[in-house]
């Protein structure tokens, strides 16, 4: 085959929902048509999905067995698309994995000052460093493992976000941020309806599955993974003090 597998991890560059579908949807399918009508099929496509499509479930737990809700134009087109990842591939005789991802951090996506200077608003931060998604995207081939299936990508520790920052600000040799309630910070009414979703919405994503599957994450939690982003944040205030 031209390929043996197919890993669909686009991205909409952070536009609305019509540029998502786009990019998500009829993208995906094209790439489906494409592989699906060559003499010879991979066996495999991943596609990357989020764990936005679980909706808001109050800080309880999620995994694979809960039933997405998605409550937002642009996650609403993430479960068009797992839908197409899974029944679109299987229709050419492709098997489908939808590897839904946490929040993704690393180089260039840490954050780190959004933290520290706050105000920090309340609720669970799922996350997962960007070379386990990696990571586990190549373990699920290499294992042969959730064809047809979902699979969650988060790290072992889903943290609340007061506590992450607090942490963080601990150290980084900092004050400790300014902390919201979800009240607080709807009261202030500069929200969109989408970013006060956003805001309201709190879970907890389980890994439960893909460590039983045997995956070992590089960064189990976000201490191990914010270390060289720490250290960088350090060096640079003892040179500014």
């Known amino acids: 085959p031209d390929a043996d597998a197919v890993v669909f991890a686009a991205s909409s560059g952070g536009r609305g929902a019509e540029a998502a579908r786009s990019v998500y949807v009829d993208g995906l399918r094209n790439v489906i048509d494409e592989y699906g009508s060559r003499a010879t099929t991979p066996d495999r496509l991943v596609y990357t999905s989020s764990t936005g499509v679980y909706g808001d479930h109050g800080g309880a737990w999620v995994d694979e067995e809960t039933p997405i809700d998605p409550t937002t134009e642009k996650t609403r087109v993430l479960a068009e698309a797992e839908r197409v990842a899974i029944e679109g591939s ?8 939808v590897a839904r991802f946490a929040g993704l951090y690393g180089p260039d996506r840490y954050r780190i000052d959004r933290y520290l200077d706050g ?3 309340a609720g669970y931060l799922n996350m ?4 386990d998604a990696a990571g586990a995207v190549r373990f699920v081939l ?16 889903p943290v ?26 709807i009261a202030d009414g500069d929200l969109s309806a989408t970013a006060e979703r956003r ?11 893909l460590r039983e599957l045997g995956y070992a994450f590089s960064y189990p939690t976000f201490r191990e993974g914010y270390r060289s982003a720490i250290r960088t944040v350090r060096t640079r205030n003892e040179r500014h003090s």
């Open 160 to 185: 609340d976000k007061h506590a992450f920052a607090d942490w963080l600000a601990d150290a980084c040799g900092v004050p400790r941020p300014v902390k919201r309630s979800k009240a607080e910070r």
């Open 119 to 121: 105000p920090v608003t």
């Open 199 to 209: 805001v309201r919405t709190s879970k907890r994503c389980s890994n439960a599955r």
């Open 128 to 131: 997962v460093h960007r070379d």
């Open 90 to 97: 299987d229709e050419v005789g492709i098997d489908g994995t």
């Open 142 to 157: 290499d294992a042969d493992a959730t064809r047809g299936e979902p699979v969650l990508v988060v790290d072992d520790e």
